[in-house]
């Protein structure tokens, strides 16, 4: 027995920011509500998008690892000097 495969087509425009708008009834169908969560993923050359079901998944970070990122964020001294004078020269 042949298994039909219901193939659905629409062209969408990439809007700013990468931004796409996945028609109403397909919205509709899969259940996509304004402002929440939905999971992409890239396979070969496609990308696949997945409702969410459940809460989303999200890291916590440790003190420490925070306190890694504010470290690796801040300017060197050198480099915040020079920025430092050039504001006050602005104002």
């Known amino acids: 027995m042949k298994q039909m495969i219901d193939i659905q087509e629409e062209w969408l425009r990439v809007l700013t920011k990468g931004m796409i708008t996945i028609p109403k009834s397909w919205r ?31 890291r916590i970070y440790s003190s420490t690892e925070l306190q890694q990122f504010i470290n690796d964020d801040k300017l060197p001294e050198s480099l915040r000097k020079k920025i430092d004078r050039k504001f006050k020269k602005k104002q």
């Open 28 to 58: 509709d169908e899969f259940g996509f509500k304004e402002g929440e969560m939905i999971k992409a993923r890239k396979l070969a050359d496609k990308i696949i998008i997945d409702p969410v079901s459940g809460p989303v998944p999200y």
